[in-house]
C-alpha cells in the first residue's frame, strides 16, 4: 500500500501486459491445444464442485513491491500484515456455499465449490488474481472445435474496493462473467455501458452521499470539510458530495482534501494543519484505507472539538475505536453497511484448522494460526525460537482464545457477502429449473452447465429476488445496485474508559416512501462540554435589515452582512437581496419597516362567533317555519287555517323560509355568484312574503265591505285566483328590478383596503346604488301599503282579527328596516352584512311571530276557539 501512485504507474503498462500475457497462448497444435504462457502464484483457498464460484478477499492489507521491470514476475510481490477480518469475510463466503450444498431445496442436485483469492489490497495482485478466476489455472487445455464450454468459475464474489472492481470489470465485464462486489461503493459503478456484469450488494456511494447530507441538513452544519482516499473511489466521491451538498444540503465545503496511501508525513501534517485552521467544526471522511498515519497526526497536533461523520469503510473499524483516539474521534457518527445475522457461522469458523498432514491446507489458514496463537509452524523464522517464541502444533483450540476473527455480533460486509453468494446460487438454481422448450433464450431454449455461457447466468442475476432468513429482500435494479439501507452509528465514550458503537439510527431508500432518515438523538454521544451538538457555519445568517455580501474568493456560505441602502428592505433572516421599501398591495409593513406581512382578510365567516350565531338563527327560523307549515297543512281543515285564505297562508309561510335562508349568502368569503344572488334572492323573497300580507289585508278589508248593504259585489274581485294574480304581479315587478340591476351594474367581490391598512376588508360592492335603492324602496312602499291598509281594518267586529297581527308584524317590519338604513351605511365591511343579516332575521322573526304565533297557540293549546261560531261570532271577549 506504501506507492499507490507507482502502483497505478505500473497497472497502465504492465498490467495490461500482464493481462494479455495471461489470454494469450502459444498453441502446440495450432487447432488443438493451449498453454498458458505465464502463471500468477497468489494465495488463495480452493473446494471442488460441480459449479465453481470465484472470491476476492483483503486477507492482508498491504504488500511490498520489488523494483517493477519488464521481467519482474508477479510471484515477487509479497502480501503483509495478516487481517483477521478480511479472512473471516473470505470464510463466510466458504460457510455461505456450505449451507447451499447442505440445502435440500437450493441447488439439490449440484455441489458447489470455491477459488477464493487474498488481493493484499494491492490492484495488481487482485487483478491478477481475478484473471486467473476468469481464465483457469490449468498449465495446459483443450479447445473445442466451437470455442464451448462452461468457464472456470460462473461468478465472482468481490471485489472490496471500487478501484479493483473497476479495473476487474473492465475485462472481466468484456465476458459478461457476473461479479457481485460486497464491498464497492463507487457510483461511477453503475454504469451499465461500462460495466455491464458487475452486481453489487452493497448501497453505491450515491445514496451514501444522499445519506450524509441528510444528517448534516438535520443539525444544520452547511460549513463542512471533506477528505476522500487516493483513488477512483475518492475521487467520484468527492464531485458527487460537492454537488449535491450544494444543491440539496444548501451548504459548502471549506476544503476538500486527498487523503495520501502510505507513510508521507509531511502531506499529512499539511492536510491537518488545514482542518485546525479551518472555521469547520464537522469533518467528512470518505476513506477507504487504514487511517492509522492520519490518526497519530491528529493525536500528535491535539486536534479537538470537531465532529467527524464517517464513511461505511471505517465507521466500524475496531482498530480505531480506542482509548487513546476516543478523545479526539469520540462522538463520530458514520454510515455503516446494514448489520445482519448468519446462523452458524460462529460454529463453523470455529471448525477452521490447518491439515498438516494433507496437502489441500493453504498459506492462509496457516497465516491466521500463527496470528492468532503467536506461534509460528516449522520451520519457524531464524531467531524465533531463541527469542522465546513457540511452534504451532496444529492442535490449539480456537474456543479458548481471543480473537476477532470469532466475533460475529456485528456482521455488516460477511452479511453482503452472503447475500452476494446467494444471490449466485438463487440464479443459478433458477436457469437449472428453466423447462426446456419454454426458456428465454434462442428459440426458448435453456442453458446447461454442460454448455453454459456467463451472460446466461447474468441473464438470472439481473432477476433474481429472495429473503435473506433475517428478512431482508435482495434484488438488483436496472444498474444492478441491491435496494439501500445503512445503519447510522456513533462512537460512544463511556465512563469507565471504555468505547462502544452504538446503532442510533438508520436510512433507507424505499420503493413507496423514497429516502427516509430515522435518528434517535437522545442516543447521540456528543464529544463536546455542553453534550450537545456543534455549530458548523462558515458565517451566521444576516438578520433582517440586512443583506449577504459574498466575500472575495471564498465560498457562497461565507458571507458579510451589509445593511440595506436607503428605500429598501429584507424582511427575513439571510436574505441574499434587499426588496422594494413599498410593500405590495395585499401585504402591510411592520412597525420597524424591516417586513412586509401579508394583510388578513376580513368576511363574515361561517367559523367566527359572530357568523356562527346568524347562521344558527337563521337555521333556527327556517326550523320554526318548517314546523309551522307542518301543524298548518295536518290542522288544514280547521276554520283557523281556513278563515283569510289557507293559501296565502302556505305561501306566507314559505316565502319565510326562504328570506331566513337567503341570509345565509351574506356569510362566507364573498364570491360572484353569492354576490349577484344575495340582493336578488333577499328582494324577492320579501316582496313575496309582503305581497301575501297585503293581499291577505285587502282580502279582510273587502269582507268587510261585503257584509254591508250592497257591498257583494266587491267580493269578484278578490277570489282566488285574483288573490294568486296579484302576488305573483308584485313579485314580478321586484324580479325584473333585480334582473335589470345584475345586467347593469353587476354586485361583485371586492378587496377593499381603504378601512384599515393592516386588513383586507373582502366585501360585495352593490355595484349599482340606485338598483339597490329601488329594490328597498319597492319592499318599504308594499309594506307601508299593508301597514297602512291592516290599520284601517284593526277594529274589524271578529273575536279573531287577522288585521290586528298583521298591523303589528309590518310595525315590527317597518322599524327594524327604518333602523337597517342608518346602521348599514355606518357600518364597514363584515358589519355591514351583520347588520343586513341581522335585519332580514329580525324582520323575518318579527312575521313569523306575530302572524303565526297566536294562531298555533289557539291550535295547539286552545281547540275550543278554533271553531266557526268562534272565530265569526261577536261578544265582548276579544283576542
Known amino acids: ?35 498458458l504462457r505465464r502463471q500468477f502464484y497468489l494465495n488463495g483457498m480452493h473446494k471442488p464442485g460441480d459449479v465453481i464460484l470465484g472470491g476476492l478477499f483483503e486477507v492482508h492489507y498491504t504488500s511490498v513491491f520489488p523494483e517493477l521491470t519488464f521481467t519482474s514476475e508477479p510471484n515477487q510481490l509479497s502480501c503483509q500484515g495478516f487481517d483477521p477480518p478480511g479472512f473471516r469475510h473470505a470464510m463466510t463466503m466458504a460457510f455461505a456455499i456450505d449451507e447451499i450444498n447442505k440445502s435440500s431445496h437450493l441447488l439439490p442436485n449440484v455441489t458447489l465449490g470455491y477459488s477464493l483469492y487474498d488481493n493484499c489490497a494491492t490492484l495488481i495482485i487482485g487483478f491478477s488474481a481475478a484473471l486467473s478466476l476468469a481464465s483457469g489455472r490449468e498449465e495446459q487445455f483443450l479447445l473445442q ?35 457481485v462486489s460486497y464491498f464497492a461503493t463507487c457510483s461511477c459503478l453503475s454504469n451499465r455501458q461500462r460495466f455491464p456484469s458487475f452486481f453489487r450488494t452493497i448501497p453505491s456511494d450515491v445514496f451514501q452521499v444522499r445519506a450524509m447530507i441528510q444528517i448534516l441538513k438535520r443539525f444544520g452544519w452547511t460549513w463542512a470539510g471533506l477528505l476522500v482516499s487516493d483513488d477512483d473511489y475518492g475521487l467520484h466521491v468527492a464531485r458527487s458530495f460537492q454537488s449535491n451538498f450544494a444543491q440539496s444540503g444548501g451548504g459548502c465545503l471549506a476544503y476538500t482534501e486527498i487523503l495520501p496511501w502510505g507513510d508521507n508525513p509531511a502531506e499529512l501534517k499539511r492536510i491537518v494543519d488545514v482542518m485546525k485552521k479551518s472555521t469547520a467544526r464537522v469533518v467528512i471522511v470518505l476513506e477507504k484505507i487504514c487511517l492509522t498515519k492520519y490518526n497519530e497526526q491528529v493525536v500528535r497536533q491535539n486536534v479537538t472539538g470537531l465532529q467527524w ?12 475505536q480506542t482509548p487513546q483516539l476516543m478523545p479526539y474521534l469520540g462522538g463520530t457518527l458514520g454510515i ?3 448489520r445482519g445475522e448468519i446462523p452458524g457461522l460462529r460454529d463453523f469458523l470455529l471448525r477452521t484448522s490447518p491439515d498438516l498432514h494433507h496437502n489441500n491446507n493453504n498459506k492462509n489458514t496457516m497465516q491466521f494460526w500463527e496470528h492468532t496463537f503467536q506461534c509460528r509452524f516449522a520451520p519457524a523464522p531464524a531467531g524465533w525460537m531463541e527469542a522465546g517464541g513457540a511452534l504451532c502444533t496444529g492442535d490449539e483450540d480456537l474456543k479458548y482464545v481471543e480473537t476477532e476473527f470469532l466475533d460475529v455480533s456485528n456482521l455488516r460486509p460477511e452479511y453482503n457477502i452472503y447475500k452476494a453468494v446467494y444471490a449466485l446460487a438463487y440464479a443459478l438454481d433458477d436457469m437449472l429449473q428453466c423447462e426446456p422448450g419454454r426458456g428465454p433464450f434462442s428459440g426458448h431454449s435453456c442453458a446447461t452447465l454442460q454448455k453454459l455461457e456467463p451472460w446466461q447466468l447474468m441473464y438470472y442475476l439481473e432477476r433474481v429476488n429472495f429473503t435473506t ?13 441491491a435496494l439501500p439501507i445503512y445503519d447510522i452509528m456513533n462512537w460512544q465514550w463511556l465512563p469507565d474508559g471504555r468505547t462502544k458503537v452504538q446503532n442510533v439510527g438508520e436510512v433507507k431508500k424505499s420503493a413507496f416512501k423514497g429516502e427516509e432518515l430515522k435518528l434517535d438523538e437522545d442516543k447521540i454521544f456528543w464529544n463536546f462540554e455542553s453534550k450537545k451538538p456543534p455549530q458548523s457555519v462558515c458565517s451566521e445568517s444576516c438578520p433582517p435589515g440586512t443583506r449577504m455580501a459574498r466575500k472575495k474568493g471564498e465560498p457562497e456560505c461565507c458571507f458579510d452582512c451589509v445593511l440595506c441602502s436607503e428605500g429598501k428592505f429584507s424582511n427575513e433572516t439571510g436574505c441574499k437581496k434587499c426588496k422594494p421599501k413599498k410593500c405590495e398591495k395585499d401585504f402591510w409593513s411592520s412597525p420597524k419597516r424591516d417586513q412586509c406581512v401579508p394583510k388578513t382578510t376580513e368576511f363574515l365567516s361561517y367559523h367566527e362567533p359572530l357568523g356562527i350565531c346568524l347562521t344558527t338563527a337563521s337555521l333556527l327560523g327556517t326550523f320554526i ?14 276554520p283557523m287555517v281556513r278563515a283569510n285564505n289557507s293559501e296565502l ?7 319565510l323560509k326562504l328570506c331566513f335562508l337567503c341570509s345565509l349568502l351574506f356569510i362566507g368569503r364573498p364570491r360572484l355568484w353569492t354576490c349577484q344572488l344575495r340582493h336578488a334572492a333577499f328582494g324577492i323573497s320579501f316582496v313575496l312574503c309582503v305581497s301575501c300580507i297585503l293581499v291577505k289585508t285587502m282580502v279582510v278589508l273587502a269582507v268587510f265591505k261585503a257584509s ?14 285574483q288573490q294568486r294574480g296579484t302576488v305573483l304581479v308584485l313579485t314580478s315587478i321586484q324580479a325584473a328590478i333585480c334582473t335589470v340591476w345584475l345586467v347593469s351594474a353587476s354586485p361583485m367581490p371586492h378587496k377593499n383596503t381603504l378601512y384599515y391598512n393592516e386588513k383586507i376588508v373582502y366585501e360585495c360592492v352593490i355595484g349599482s346604488t340606485i338598483g339597490f335603492v329601488v329594490l328597498l324602496g319597492y319592499i318599504g312602499l308594499l309594506a307601508i301599503l299593508s301597514f297602512l291598509l291592516a290599520f284601517l281594518a284593526r277594529n274589524l267586529p271578529d273575536n279573531f282579527n287577522e288585521a290586528k297581527l298583521i298591523t303589528f308584524s309590518m310595525l315590527i317590519f317597518c322599524a327594524v328596516w327604518v333602523a337597517f338604513v342608518p346602521a348599514y351605511v355606518n357600518s364597514p365591511g363584515k358589519y355591514a352584512d351583520a347588520v343586513e343579516v341581522f335585519a332580514i332575521l329580525a324582520s323575518s322573526f318579527g312575521l313569523l311571530v306575530a302572524l303565526f304565533g297566536p294562531k298555533c297557540y289557539i291550535i295547539l293549546l286552545r281547540p275550543e276557539r278554533n271553531t266557526k261560531k268562534a272565530i265569526m261570532g261577536r261578544g265582548t271577549t276579544k283576542t
Open 1 to 35: 500500500m506504501g506507492a499507490f501512485l507507482d502502483t497505478v504507474k505500473y497497472v497502465n503498462l504492465n498490467t495490461v501486459l500482464f493481462s494479455y500475457s495471461f489470454f494469450l497462448s502459444e498453441s502446440s497444435s495450432l487447432l488443438s491445444s493451449c498453454k
Open 145 to 179: 472445435e466451437n470455442c464451448l464450454g462452461t468457464p472456470p468459475v460462473l461468478g465472482i464474489v468481490g471485489d472490496s474496493f471500487s478501484t479493483f472492481s473497476i479495473a476487474t470489470s473492465d475485462v472481466i465485464g468484456l465476458f459478461k462473467l457476473p461479479i
Open 309 to 320: 461523520i464517517a464513511s461505511e469503510a471505517w465507521t466500524s473499524a475496531a482498530v480505531l
Open 336 to 338: 455503516a453497511i446494514r
Open 469 to 481: 432468513p433475517f428478512g431482508d429482500q435482495v434484488s438488483f435494479d436496472e444498474n444492478g445496485d
Open 625 to 638: 317555519c318548517a314546523v309551522v307549515l307542518g301543524i298548518f297543512i295536518y290542522h288544514r281543515s280547521t
Open 649 to 655: 297562508s302556505f305561501l306566507l309561510l314559505v316565502s
Open 708 to 721: 254591508k248593504p250592497g257591498g257583494g259585489a266587491i267580493l269578484k274581485w278578490f277570489g282566488g285566483m
